[in-house]
């Protein structure tokens, strides 16, 4: 037998670590910080959501327009006028990232990002072959003029990981940058309304004049992550083509899905499920601080964040510590974290660096988890 | 501003024309042939459905448990012995042309297709990079040995658009030329159970020993489309790469939507619903076919689908013609119909082809829309 013939991305698929982790993470008394799950208490009540029949036939590939008028209708409350005509619906925000991947980047293509950003965005930018060209906020520019790289992916809001948030004039820096150099500006925005501290959040996107953009958010993080509704807004220049790839990709996202978010967002106002969100993970925030500060203030380093899931800590130690030969002690202690080297773009296999995840396991796991994992990061420290 | 640089793929997005037609079919009055709608009242009553709250949290990218246990236990009763652990959910089965798009294609990559195939498949493949390679199955390994393509694609069970059904000697040379030639045999199965005279259904990649193969089903004919709930079973080799790259594009199915499925052939079982689909449909092609003969027997030859949703015409006429010509006047008249050419791997220009669908339209309009429609083609045979 001849040998298969894959494509060259092929050899650049990777597995993401947190898809390794999750399938852990159910194990009964697993103390799980690795994950971005949300608190499953903040979950609607379902027995009061209902469809139609009508959501069961073939819809349009764009989404529904119920949806789209609705997102187009939240984002103007936030300050930004968008036409619902640019907004696509999508099957999660993680289809954004492979939309556009796929219109942009091949073997070579050159994407700037953020020295630690996303991973599973990495991961999507990489099968398709992208370089990194790595940037620092304060001197965006400078990076961008210098290699005008294709796209430029940001997330500027409670950034997974590092939870860094952009000041006005960060942001207004990178929407320069990339509308004088050509480069797409990708922002990635779904934590946005999780902040429990006053703080810029206007989308860079809404700063542009001329340049080409992808601004793309979620219900996941406000709504429910299980019905897998995300959408995007785009400069008018790349709908046709994100929507083409879009219907290639699925045809069109689960119409029931998207009814049923509207449903719940009819039930409940979303300003009033997001001031209950904010207030429950401001708490659970706190909480993990206290925690951290109990265990893990002589080994490592933090910001307490001003939003969003994570908590991203800097071990302490003058050795770049591979945090990813921790995770299968921590397993076995019960507790699981997020390894800090697959946010790093450059692929480095020591970091010193590792995420923890606040809002899906129960406040009153904090103690205990963090103890364990302490023990864990010690003794490593101490062997080092 | 610079230009944009997109990937070289971004020159071969074409729009596919079911959208496009789509878009007008719902105008009022319009009597549509066009799509591949499934007959709105065979879809489940909805208010009898229910899901759980824990469907709302992120789940596992290879899908529900439950679900790929009820694929494989249906695809045993088929006679097909295949794991649960060789199934993946897709968010219907056009994300499974995509996954193998992007496990396999690249610029110039071969791939075996029927000289008529699905057009959807051929926008992803082509989106992809894909040469083609037409074959006629009766002579298939010749051509399957002389290039070795990448990939053979195959719908041989009421086939998309000729609704053409591969014997069981075509089957199992299918499956030899695939497996002795180290092409990939890629199985699209949508119309298996909607058969309406005993035909050879046995699935092609059931027949394989030990090549590479990927064989894809949907529930959106036999359930509904709009929760769009597919799978893919593959070969043991290919199924960690096709679950990472699912992972990377939408990171799962929507939980609910798979509740919902299940829920409902809970509800039905899946063997009565099919009867009843069956008999519906049988009776709409009989309708259809005589309805046909009235209107059509002088300008245009067919063959009586034994299974599936679609009438594949030919006009009698010795000039090709292009039938994308006529779908401008047939819209103006109150009914849509599907073009021929989008169908024909060799990117041809006309075609005197054109796909009638008789499951979405009501019998009651069939006479008045076929009406419509041979006065239009009349008009232009007698013009060419």
Known sequence: MSALKFAGRAE??????????????????????????????????????????GDLQYGPSEGESYLREYVAADLKKAGWQVSADQILILTGSQQGIDLVGKLFIEKGTEVAVASTTYLAALQVF???????????????????????????????????????????????????????????????????ELCYEPCERQPICSMTSHGSWVYQSTFSKTVAPGLRIGYLVCSADLYPKLLMLKQASDLHTSRVAQRLVMNILHNEDLAIRLEKLRHKYKAKRDAFDQSLHKHFSHLAAWNKPSGGLFFWLTLNSDKNIDTRQLLGAAVESGVTFMPGEPFFADGRTASSCFRLNFSGASTDDYDEGLRRLAVIFEKQMLEC
Chains 1, 2 share one sequence.
């Open 126 to 192: 990489s099968l398709y072959g992208a370089d990194y060209v790595p940037f620092d906020v304060d001197s965006v520019n400078d990076a961008i003029a210098q290699t005008k790289p294709a796209i430029l992916y940001a997330n500027p809001t409670f950034q997974n990981p590092s939870s860094e948030v952009y000041t006005l004039q960060q942001r207004q820096s990178v929407a320069y940058a990339c509308e004088e150099n050509g480069s797409l500006l990708f922002e990635d925005d779904p934590y946005r």
């Open 12 to 53: 650049r698929i990777k597995a993401s670590p947190i898809r390794e982790i999750l399938s852990v993470s159910n194990r009964p008394g697993m103390i799980s910080f690795a994950g971005g799950l949300p608190a499953a208490d903040t979950f609607p009540e379902v027995d009061a959501l209902s469809f139609e029949k």
